[in-house]
């Protein structure tokens, strides 16, 4: 989920996921996605883009 949630926020600055959680230890770890970063290969992999 962490990865595709960096992959979404790094396709444009117009994209806001808001992704459900049923917990708050959900909402943490979704909320440290922003200081995550994903290599570019991989994120060009989950865009579809070779």
Do not use: F, K, Y
Request: hydrophobic residues 50%; aromatic residues 0%.
């Amino acid at each position: 989920m962490e990865a595709a949630l960096v992959c979404l926020l790094r396709r444009s600055p117009d994209i806001l996921p808001i992704p459900g959680t049923p917990s708050v230890a959900h909402l943490r770890e979704n909320l440290a996605v922003a200081a995550l970063a994903l290599p570019d290969r991989e994120t060009a992999a989950r865009n579809g883009i070779s």
